[in-house]
């Protein structure tokens, strides 16, 4: 074969592999938008109804609330958001199927909520075998620890909780405690971290009772802890079953301090508990007390707008619950905007990779710093000790 053959076959074998590789990539290039889906969709579970509704349907509302509002501004790099939303009434049961419906029907990217620790630990597995990302907005610190790799949350976590009232009575030089906890993953859990951290702060439980979350009266086990020599009582629960504590303690003339969890960080434990609650302390986000905030306060800004557009959007109080959601809902609006961002087409994998090297997030519940040894990302400096004082609350350092 002459020189001159195998030059114009080589000239013919040079083209056909340009326009192949051209080929190739307007495939890709294709291939890449056809995957630009029309909206991007985050699942949301919450108890906006049943005996956990003063927590859920503030988390409800503010999630439907930042929909509207992301969708007004353009939504994702141009993408709408769409909320799907199920209220699972509290129940274990109904939160692992409305899970499951929001994987395998909905088709969802990420999953918000849902609102208690129980319900919460019930849809682990779920999620983990599903591999989608969840950001649970309940308080337990084993929905986050060991970790996870898809499982997220915002509240801080009950150790965070019992650090902050344990340091008060250290300071107070309390040596002797009652504790009364609600049968439920939020007080299985709080009445763990409160027995495993006493010693650390030279504080000694001489009482440790407990009642149910549909309980009307706990003057049987506060009558226990009356007959014993404790200083201070701390009531670990969520509404009303706190309020109910508050009441019966002034009806049996105990006068020791009483402490609460940030489980009743809501304007209707006020509410519940009326006078009864005048005196007592909680450890809460910061949300409670912005109008005593200083201006420099790095939360200060995004804590007022909240407030604010919330209670413009439902004439009714903001507080700490429907902020868990409000961090919950930007995580995942931001894990979306930085897969984008970084080039990466916002599947569940890149999302759940963005959320744990999200690095000074500013919400309601504090500076978030995410790691893949940390799904919780805050430190309990987002949390203040608040006193109730008046009917309101008040910076209690």
Request: glycine content about 10%; overall charge neutral.
């Amino acid at each position: 074969m002459s020189i001159e053959r195998m030059g114009k076959i080589g000239g013919k074998f040079l083209l056909l592999t340009i326009m192949v590789t051209m080929v190739a990539m307007l495939s890709v290039s294709c291939a890449k938008k056809a995957k630009t889906p029309e909206e991007y969709k985050i699942g949301a579970i919450f108890a906006s109804t049943g005996p956990a509704s003063m927590l859920g349907l503030p988390e409800k509302n503010t999630a439907e609330m930042l929909e509207k509002s992301i969708n007004e501004g353009g939504g994702i790099n141009g993408t709408k958001v769409k909320l799907v939303f199920y209220d699972t009434g509290g129940d274990a049961t109904k939160t692992v199927t409305a899970t499951k419906k929001l994987i395998e029907k909905d088709m969802v990217d990420i999953i918000i909520g849902p609102t208690t620790s129980g319900n919460s630990l019930a849809i682990i597995d779920v999620v983990e075998e599903a591999q989608i990302p969840l950001i649970s907005a309940a308080a337990s610190v084993r929905i986050i620890q060991p970790v996870k790799t898809w499982v997220f949350k915002t509240p801080q976590t009950d150790v965070m909780a019992v650090e902050k009232i344990y340091e008060k009575l250290q300071k107070d030089g309390v040596k002797k405690i009652a504790i009364i906890t609600v049968s439920n993953g939020f007080g299985d859990s709080g009445r763990v971290q409160l027995k495993n951290l006493a010693s650390k702060y030279g504080l000694t439980i001489v009482a440790d009772e407990r009642y149910g979350g549909k309980d009307t009266d706990m003057t049987v086990q506060l009558t226990k802890i009356k007959g014993t020599d404790a200083e201070a009582i701390i009531a670990w629960g969520t509404n009303p079953g706190p309020a109910v504590i508050a009441k019966n303690r002034k009806q049996l003339g105990i006068t020791i301090p009483l402490y609460n969890s940030h489980g009743v960080a809501s304007k209707k434990f006020i509410e519940l508990a009326g006078d009864s609650s005048e005196g007592t302390y909680l450890p809460a986000g910061k949300l409670l007390i912005v109008d005593q905030l200083a201006d420099t306060d790095p939360q200060k800004k995004v804590l007022s707008e909240y407030k604010w557009d919330y209670e413009a959007s439902f004439n009714s109080p903001a507080n700490t619950f429907g902020g868990h959601a409000y961090d919950a809902f930007w995580i995942a609006v931001k894990a979306f905007e930085n897969a984008l961002k970084n080039n990466r087409e916002p599947t569940k994998e890149a999302i759940r990779d963005e959320i744990e090297k999200l690095q000074g997030f500013v919400g309601t519940g504090g500076i978030f710093n995410f790691s893949p040894e940390d799904h919780n990302g805050l430190t309990k400096e987002g949390f203040v000790l608040v006193k109730i004082e008046g009917g309101d609350w008040t910076l209690a350092e």
